[in-house]
């Protein structure tokens, strides 16, 4: 007799449950028919004016894109740069390789202060007293003396290759240029006033290559030199030398 008076009290309470599951699909079946219909509407919108969609997505993006940008914070930018010509300062905190495998170089020029030292056979027109040396250094006074090489014979094929050249924390490198027409890459390394130049040098590795090459040197004198005749340093000293050393390592550097 209890068990039955409990089951008539649960029974009225199975049957609010079942108006309210019944209601609440009822519910979702209008919100259903509702969200299809507006969304039918707002296609049926876009499509008619996609035009202004458009010039409402740019908008946006613009906004983004200008929200972005003058928010502070650290950016990382990459991509490519077309210039004429161009000027930096390396501030690393160690050297760093700037020109590595140029090959075949048709001439080579560079100013500046800087000690030159060729081995092996020369011959030389301006100053035939080199044509019995075995062996030549040169000291570039100032940073408006010059050197040249190139292959003696202009018809064969060059030799001369720039292996590396790398560049010591705060070495300013200045007109940075490229000439396609005539294959000519220039720039000029100068110092900055935070340049240690006592412990800190640009250096510079070429190759010579196995045949002859031709030498000019301006503002120069001779270091070492055992041949009583001196020539005319304030004239351009012309040579030839087929080097013994097929290496040479240059330091400084620096206009």
């Known amino acids: 007799m209890a068990s039955r008076q409990k089951a008539k009290?649960?029974?009225?309470?199975?049957?609010?449950?079942?108006?309210?599951?019944?209601s609440l699909k009822t519910y979702l079946t209008a919100l259903f028919v509702v969200s299809t219909s507006v969304l039918k509407r707002l296609l049926r919108t876009i499509?008619?004016?996609?035009?202004?969609?458009?010039v409402l997505l740019l908008l946006l993006l613009l906004t983004i894109v200008t929200f972005a940008a003058v928010v502070p914070g650290t950016h990382t930018f990459e991509g490519n740069i077309i210039f004429q010509?161009?000027?930096?300062?390396?501030?690393?905190?160690?050297?760093?390789?700037?020109?590595?495998?140029?090959?075949?170089?048709?001439?080579?020029?560079?100013?500046?202060?800087?000690?030159?030292?060729?081995?092996?056979?020369?011959?030389?027109e301006t100053?035939?007293?080199?044509?019995?040396?075995?062996?030549?250094?040169?000291?570039?006074?100032?940073?408006?003396?010059r050197w040249i090489i190139a292959p003696a014979n202009l018809q064969a094929r060059s030799d001369i290759n720039l292996e590396e050249l790398r560049l010591q924390p705060n070495t300013k490198v200045s007109g940075l240029s490229y000439d396609f027409y005539r294959n000519q890459l220039a720039f000029s390394l100068q110092s900055s006033s935070k340049l240690d130049l006592k412990s800190?040098?640009?250096?510079?590795?070429?190759?010579?290559?196995?045949?002859?090459?031709?030498?000019?040197?301006?503002?120069?004198?001779?270091?070492?030199?055992?041949?009583?005749?001196?020539?005319?340093?304030?004239t351009p000293l012309?040579?030839?030398?087929?080097?013994?050393?097929?290496?040479?390592?240059?330091?400084?550097?620096l206009c």
């Open 127 to 145: 100053w035939p007293e080199l044509n019995q040396l075995d062996s030549l250094k040169i000291q570039l006074k100032d940073s408006e003396s």
């Open 9 to 22: 009290h649960k029974f009225p309470n199975f049957i609010k449950i079942r108006q309210l599951l019944n």
């Open 238 to 253: 012309e040579f030839i030398v087929n080097p013994n050393n097929k290496k040479l390592v240059l330091q400084h550097l």
């Open 85 to 124: 010509e161009m000027s930096f300062i390396y501030n690393g905190e160690q050297s760093k390789l700037f020109l590595q495998n140029i090959r075949g170089i048709k001439e080579l020029e560079n100013e500046g202060r800087q000690t030159l030292t060729f081995t092996g056979s020369f011959q030389s």
């Open 200 to 234: 800190n040098q640009n250096t510079l590795e070429l190759y010579l290559g196995e045949q002859p090459i031709k030498v000019i040197v301006e503002g120069y004198e001779l270091l070492d030199s055992k041949s009583p005749n001196q020539p005319d340093t304030q």
């Open 47 to 54: 499509s008619n004016h996609k035009k202004l969609l458009l």
